[in-house]
C-alpha cells in the first residue's frame, strides 16, 4: 500500500502530524517548498501527496504544473476555492475514471 504525504508550511502540516502522518515534508519559503516537493515526488513509497494551493501557490509555473500533474504520486489539493474543487474532481476522474461528483 502507497503512502500517503503531506507538504506545505508549519500550519498545514501540524494536524496531520497530530493524526499520525509519518511523511510530512515542510516548507514556509518557495525554494523550501520545491526542495520539499521535489523530495515528496521522489519518494517511491509516496502514493498520494496533499497539500494546499497557499504552498502551490509558492511555487515556480513549470514546477508546479509538474506537481499538478504527477500521476504517481497524485498531488491533491486542499482548499475552500471553488477553482481547487473543481480541479480536484478533474483529478479524481483521471485517476480513477469515474466522476464521484456527478449529480
Known sequence: MADLAVVGDSEFVMGFELIGIKKIFEGET???????????????????IVTNDKALGKLDL????????????VTVVLSTSMAAQQNLRDMIKKAIGIDLMNR
Open 30 to 48: 518557495p525554494a523550501e517548498l520545491k526542495n520539499s516537493f521535489s523530495r515528496a515526488l521522489s519518494d517511491r513509497t509516496t502514493g498520494i
Open 62 to 73: 513549470n514546477f508546479r504544473r509538474n506537481v499538478e500533474n504527477s500521476i504517481s504520486p
